[in-house]
């Protein structure tokens, strides 16, 4: 904007009716009548003329072809923005920060633009820690409160890269287990657990004697580990040994381990001391019996301990049973194996002090890449019997094999540099809020999040390399047992950990949608019924806990089901959800039976349940009706609608720039010669709201020869090329009114008086104006309205820089008639002696100046008013000079003839 464009600020100077100098200015008279004489000579020259002031409307150096301004101040910047500042002069002017452009109206946000410049003067180090530093900017490290636009922008970002990295932990954690992994679970559980011993019929599922033990020892153990013969009885070659199925190759040999306990582990009464000499409690590290016992030649009558095999304990179902023990090693064929078992059985291996028997061994399948690390345990409480258990773990401990093997290996290495990244903006977050950060139930599953992602990154390490390990030493020494047994028991957890990993992670989701009015019912209602559900579940605890006890006390003895106070839990909990069996109860106590049940079901679930259904709907209820009354927010659908209407918004831009061209380049040839010089089209696009560097670069861009006129054929190619792209923007259109679902788009200043297809269908319910939510009628008028407003702005501008013109004119004038009547009266001395001549001579100089004062005042409506007063005060004076005792100094011509004198 040129200096002539700029209006300066008129000034405002109050008249002293003194000749001397205004306390605290000091300053005297003749310096400030000298200044108005300068302000009065250059007034026209700094005040801009109309044309000048019309260019104010301009939008110089506004690039409209690249860039479209719209209103910054959106719609949670206008509720949240501070009304104080801290500089007044940052904030824009009515006509600073509006401008208009093809018919409507720019705001320019001089924030925006000043920090803009700042980032454009920044250093390139300066401009590199930004960029970094933008990749952690989060709704917890930048303030977003106040503006929901950039808060919803904001929450989008964050969740875009979450569902990426929620993406890739789906791809890590799902690539390591798949539905072949049952098969093969199921396959090798069914060859050992639900075959049958050949004598009683029975399997091990069902072994209950030390008995069955060597049944399924001497029989299908063997059966299911040495696979020699095929179907028709030929036998397998050598190098065919070990395969179970024939397909499952077994890793090493396997193992049979066994505990026991010391006789004198417990104490026998009094009573029975003389009868019973032995007495072998249930297991505990403390009464394990390790004495060599037997044949007291090998292993197997030889007690290991846990450091010695390098294994690891085991939880059964009556107790936790350490690594250690006596164990023995089988072969690679079966008939070396049956040898050992009877030879373990003739020798009593098995014997009253026996707690728990284990069987070992690991197999491989080459053809899925599996591992399945089995454990079979026989547990012989102190009751006496057998309990058996098992454990199949099928894992993948050679992870990259397949193509997609190695693809789940990139998708690791993503994972990596996922949690690296939420590791350093989480540090961000704590650094800037301290401890208040993990007052957030978010922040704190965040936390845990990035835990358990480090200890699973830790541990695939750590089981890679043990793998890499074991199967080298299982390759140089194939006959040695191979413990796999505490990998795969790591493997499992691993599963397990990471498997909460990813629950937590969905979970998580509901951070970033929590924005969403209608996706905080859930949150809302669990935070809102917190105190009530606390109070109702210690009243439940109580009843809960009490009936448990009384299951445990009465049915403990004959029910499995209440065999235990955990199991009695459960199986409350199960009654509630209709799982039970009454009958047994009935059986068990024929009297406490029925009662038990009719009392629980009734307290329980007719009462307390229903009391917590109740609380849960009030809640929800309130929440429905709170949110329902609560004043409509900028949402995620809002920030949507927006950004389609500032794309379609663009698009009319430039369609209408396209338009105002095609119409320039029609018209701007004023004398019909086919030739159109740079002058005439400067002139058209001007009064069109152009700036001239968007006039220069388009004229220049046709201009080919250089002689700054547009001839026929270039006048053509411009116009074909105007079609062109006014054609293109028209099916761009077409194509977003038609993916938005025939919404109405805004028009601009010549579309707005056209209604589309679809508007008329039912579109034009919703107003066009996002933002201000109008109608589409009240944004067709109010266009016109803009539009007219436009094309007379200009006239009305130039009125208004006259009448300012002529009223500070009168302003000056005024101050320093005033100031020439001050100094009139400040010479009339008191005087004795009437000198006639003098006094008539004063009358005629102040008449003078009444005359004048009457000329100016006649250009000014208020002026009749003013010079009325002024004219019977100056009378007064006069007759004040006419009265006798009064004199004139002796130099009045002279201090009418020069204002400007100090003294007269």
């Not at 091990?204 to 013969?229: C, H, I, P």
């Not at 070659?237 to 397909?247: A, L, P, S, V």
Request: aromatic share 12%; charged share 25%; proline share 2%.
């Amino acid at each position: 904007m040129s200096a002539k464009s700029r209006r300066p600020k008129s000034p405002r100077v109050s008249p002293s009716p003194s000749g001397t100098s205004r306390p605290g200015t000091g300053m005297s008279t003749k310096d400030r009548d000298a200044d108005m004489d300068k302000i009065e000579e250059e007034g026209f020259d700094r005040r801009p003329q109309s044309s000048a002031s019309r260019s104010a409307w301009d939008n110089d150096g506004f690039d409209m072809g690249t860039e479209e301004r719209e209103l910054n101040s959106s719609f949670g910047r206008r509720e949240g923005e501070n009304d104080d500042s801290d500089d007044a002069d940052d904030n824009p002017m009515a006509m600073e920060s509006e401008v208009y452009v093809g018919g409507q109206m720019r705001v320019v946000d001089p924030a925006a633009a000043k920090e803009k410049e700042l980032q454009q003067k920044a250093g390139c180090w300066t401009k590199f820690k930004r960029f970094l530093r933008s990749f952690w900017r989060t709704r917890q490290t930048d303030d977003t409160k106040a503006d929901k636009e950039l808060h919803v922008r904001t929450t989008l970002r964050e969740l875009a890269i979450y569902m990426v990295f929620l993406v890739v932990i789906c791809i890590v954690t799902f690539g390591m287990t798949s539905s072949t992994m049952y098969y093969y679970t199921k396959v090798m559980s069914e060859l050992f657990l639900d075959s049958q011993y050949p004598d009683t019929k029975n399997t091990f599922r069902g072994s209950t004697t030390m008995a069955d033990f060597w049944r399924f020892s001497q029989n299908v153990l063997m059966d299911g580990l040495y696979w020699e013969k095929w179907y028709n009885d030929e036998n397998v070659t050598r190098d065919e040994w070990g395969y179970i199925f024939y397909e499952n190759k077994m890793l090493g040999i396997p193992r049979i381990r066994q505990l026991k306990v010391r006789n004198d582990s417990c104490i026998v009464h009094d009573h029975f001391s003389d009868i019973i000499k032995t007495c072998y409690a249930p297991y505990s590290e403390a009464s394990e019996d390790q004495q060599t016992f037997g044949k007291a030649n090998g292993t197997a009558w030889v007690y290991s301990t846990e450091s010695d095999l390098d294994g690891s304990s085991h939880w059964g179902k009556l107790a936790s049973y350490s690594g250690g023990g006596f164990y023995q090693d089988l072969t690679d064929n079966r008939g070396d194996s049956i040898l050992m078992i009877n030879e373990l059985m003739e020798n009593l291996w098995l014997d009253r002090g026996t707690r728990v028997v284990m069987i070992d061994f690991t197999v491989y399948n080459a053809n899925i890449n599996l591992f399945c690390i089995v454990r079979m345990v026989m547990e012989f409480p102190a009751t006496g019997g057998a309990i058996p258990s098992w454990n199949f773990r099928t894992v993948k401990l050679l992870r990259y094999i397949t193509t997609f093997d190695f693809f789940v290996r990139a998708c690791e290495c993503i994972f990596v540099i996922f949690v690296m990244y939420y590791i350093v903006e989480e540090v961000i977050e704590i650094r800037k809020h301290r401890m208040a950060y993990f007052k957030t139930i978010w922040n704190c599953l965040d936390v845990i999040i990035i835990i358990i992602s480090v200890l699973c990154m830790v541990f695939s390490v750590y089981r890679t390399m043990a793998v890499n390990r074991m199967i080298e030493t299982l390759l140089s020494q194939p006959e040695q047992y191979a413990d796999f047994e505490f990998l795969g028991y790591c493997q499992g957890v691993f599963n397990n950990v990471i498997a909460i990993a990813v629950f937590l992670a969905w979970v998580k989701v509901f951070k970033y949608i929590s924005f969403n009015k209608t996706m905080t019912q859930l949150s809302s209602t669990l935070s809102k019924c917190a105190k009530d559900v606390g109070g109702f579940t210690v009243m439940f605890l109580i009843i809960f806990l009490a009936y448990a006890q009384l299951g445990y006390l009465v049915f403990g003895t004959q029910i499995k089901d209440f065999h235990t106070i955990g199991d009695c839990v459960f199986t409350l909990f199960r009654i509630i959800l209709g799982d039970f069996d009454f009958h047994e109860l009935e059986a068990a106590n024929r009297i406490l039976g029925p009662l038990f049940f009719m009392s629980y079901v009734f307290v329980v679930f007719f009462v307390l349940l229903n009391m917590f259904l109740a609380i849960i709907n009030d809640t929800y209820s309130e929440v429905k009706a709170d949110i329902a009354n609560q004043k409509s927010e900028f949402e995620i659908t809002d920030y949507f609608k927006k950004g389609y209407e500032k794309m379609v918004g663009k698009l009319n831009f430039k369609r209408d720039k396209i338009a105002d061209i095609q119409e320039a380049l029609a018209h701007a040839d004023h004398n019909a010669d086919q030739h159109l010089d740079f002058d005439e089209w400067r002139m058209e696009l001007k009064a069109r709201g152009h700036a001239d560097p968007e006039i220069e670069a388009v004229f220049a861009k046709y201009d080919v020869d250089g002689d700054r006129i547009l001839d026929a054929e270039e006048q053509m190619k411009m116009a074909s090329d105007l079609e062109t792209q006014k054609t293109d923007l028209n099916n761009q259109l077409a194509e977003l009114e038609e993916n938005g679902g025939g919404g109405q788009r805004p028009g601009t200043s010549e579309s707005n008086g056209s209604y589309d297809d679809d508007d008329e269908d039912g579109g034009g319910g919703r107003g066009r104006g996002g933002v201000s939510g109008v109608s589409y009628e009240e944004f067709v008028v109010l266009s016109r309205r803009v539009d007219r407003m436009e094309h007379s702005i200009g006239s009305i501008v130039s009125k208004i820089d006259a009448v300012l013109v002529k009223l500070e004119a009168m302003e000056r004038a005024k101050l320093k008639r005033r100031e020439t009547m001050g100094k009139l009266l400040d010479n009339i001395k008191e005087d004795e002696e009437g000198d006639g001549n003098r006094r008539e001579q004063m009358e005629r100089l102040v008449r003078e100046e009444l005359e004048r004062w009457d000329s100016d005042a006649s250009l000014s409506n208020r002026g009749a008013g003013s010079t009325s007063s002024g004219r019977h005060s100056a009378a007064r004076s006069l007759a004040a000079v006419s009265r006798p005792g009064s004199s004139i100094s002796q130099r009045p011509s002279s201090a009418i003839q020069d204002p400007n004198a100090s003294n007269v």
